[in-house]
């Protein structure tokens, strides 16, 4: 590679790394009328949004109930969040960038946190690697028995790693 095509490469490198840093940059807020992706993530005005400190089951996980048997908890945890992120336009206050490219936010559907309310309930958990702040909402839920905490399940991130999902 001569020096000019490597000089070249690396301007158009830094060039995108900067874009991307402007594209995404913390407290950034996005409004619009989402489009559920799975019970933790959404898109908004053609960006991907991976919600802040939650965790929701995988589109193709499965939990068990009380009486042994199966329910397909990643998908209904996809609905849920349908249903709560179209009751009213959304705005999400972006806080980072995952390592795939989606903007970690807070997003807010007619007053209402959709990532503690997903967890409140029990549809997904408190992310504690990344936060503790919806501990409380997952401790309502767990006393509760609500969703997931009906039965038994695996947390997601458990089973990504198993089944090699993100």
């Known amino acids: 590679m001569t020096r000019r095509l490597r000089d070249w490469t690396a301007a158009v490198l830094l060039a995108a790394a900067l874009i991307a840093a402007i594209v995404y940059l913390p407290g950034e807020e996005v409004e619009g009328r989402p489009v559920?992706?799975?019970?933790?993530?959404?898109?908004?005005?053609?960006?991907?949004?991976?919600?802040?400190?939650?965790?929701?089951?995988?589109g193709r996980q499965s939990c068990e109930r009380s009486d042994g048997s199966s329910w397909r908890c990643g998908k209904e945890a996809g609905i849920l969040l349908t249903r709560?992120?179209?009751?009213?336009?959304?705005?999400?206050?972006?806080?980072?960038?995952?390592?795939?490219?989606r903007l970690v936010a807070t997003c807010e559907a007619g007053g209402v946190d959709l990532g503690a309310e997903m967890v409140r309930q029990g549809m997904a958990l408190a992310y504690r690697s990344h936060s503790t702040v919806y501990a409380g909402a997952e401790a309502e839920a767990r006393a509760a028995r609500r969703g997931v905490w009906a039965g038994r399940f695996e947390p997601p991130w458990a089973w990504r790693e198993k089944n090699n999902g993100r």
């Not at 992706?37 to 995988?58: F, K, M, N, W």
């Open 36 to 58: 559920a992706i799975d019970g933790d993530s959404l898109r908004v005005g053609g960006r991907e949004i991976r919600l802040y400190a939650i965790d929701a089951p995988e």
């Open 84 to 101: 709560l992120a179209t009751a009213a336009a959304v705005t999400c206050r972006g806080r980072d960038e995952d390592r795939y490219g």
